[in-house]
């Protein structure tokens, strides 16, 4: 897989290279480069935002800076700060060279899946979850534009859709400063789940939300720690009631904490049963 990411803080995104990102790195599965957008701002004070149209507060991040770092990072024609040197290289072009060169369009439905997929964090967005996350894990290219202060001018977007499959995201509900938080979010949801890059498959298929529930409590050694001890079944060494106790953690902890998880998860008679003890009601 190929990240770039385009952002006027491009020391944010320094999280990419370390740890499980900085593994999948090392491991060759992935590749990370980080582009400062002010690298295509004109002028000795390199503008990229203005005063929005209509008037209003704060500031809108300028098409005509966003427009063309789109259009090099797309063709593979942006240097950024390289974390990898396993990627094939891409074809080089002059910005100039490439006018005239008609963009793919669709009608939205009939997206071309071998455009790169553009990811927009904004808090309007939809929101991101553990599916996006899976479905993402099978791309080859994807692109972050993060957008500070008021937003970008709607109209990058729309545009890019000549050149990406657009995704405007929102990583939950509350407004931070600008996307680049939200792009370390992403990109580690994401980067966990391809394939090797953890390593144990088991325990992908028992993450949260993997299932539709949250998971339940885990414990180690030593088996008693001031005064408390790991629960009693975990150390019987019977499997199945270990299951089934691991099972009901889980049902009860969703119930207590995202009861509305219930609804869509894949609940059997003795989930069901276990809940309406709990006082449950499936209606
Ligand atoms: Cl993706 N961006 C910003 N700026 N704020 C957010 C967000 C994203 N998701 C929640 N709040």
Redesign the pocket.
């Known amino acids: 897989m190929r990240i770039d990411v385009a952002t006027i803080f491009p020391e944010y995104l320094d999280p990419l290279r370390h740890a499980l990102l900085g593994k999948a790195i090392e491991q060759g599965r992935l590749s990370v480069g980080v582009h400062d957008l002010r690298d295509w701002a004109a002028g000795t004070h390199k503008p990229v935002d203005s005063a929005p149209a209509g008037g209003g507060p704060g500031m809108v991040m300028k098409p005509d800076v966003w427009g063309p770092a789109l259009d090099d990072i797309a063709a593979g024609r942006a240097d950024g700060s390289e974390l990898d040197s396993a990627m094939p290289h891409l074809e080089r072009l002059r910005h100039d060279e490439l006018q005239g060169v008609a963009g793919n369009s669709y009608d939205g439905e009939g997206e071309d899946s071998d455009l790169p997929l553009l990811l927009v ?3 309007t ?1 939809k929101p991101f979850t553990q599916d996006d996350a899976r479905a993402w894990s099978h791309e080859n290219h994807i692109v972050f534009a993060c957008g500070r202060y008021e937003g970008i001018d709607q109209r990058v977007i729309d545009d890019a859709r000549n050149r990406y499959r657009v995704r405007e ?4 509900d ?6 680049e938080v ?1 792009v370390l979010v992403i990109a580690e949801a994401v980067v966990r789940l391809i394939p090797g890059v953890l390593g144990n498959k088991r325990s992908h298929e028992e993450d949260s939300f993997s299932d539709g529930l949250l998971e339940g409590p885990s414990y180690t050694k030593p088996r008693v720690w001031r005064d408390l001890e790991i629960p009693e079944v975990l150390t019987s060494g019977n499997h199945g009631l270990v299951d089934k106790w691991r099972r009901e953690q889980s049902l009860q902890r969703t119930l207590e904490r995202r009861p509305e998880l219930l609804h869509d998860a894949d609940l059997n008679k003795a989930d069901k049963k276990f809940l309406e003890g709990l006082g449950w009601t499936s209606a």
Do not use: D, E, M
């Open positions: 964090p904004t808090p967005g995201v929102s990583i939950g509350y407004v931070l400063i600008g996307g939200a």
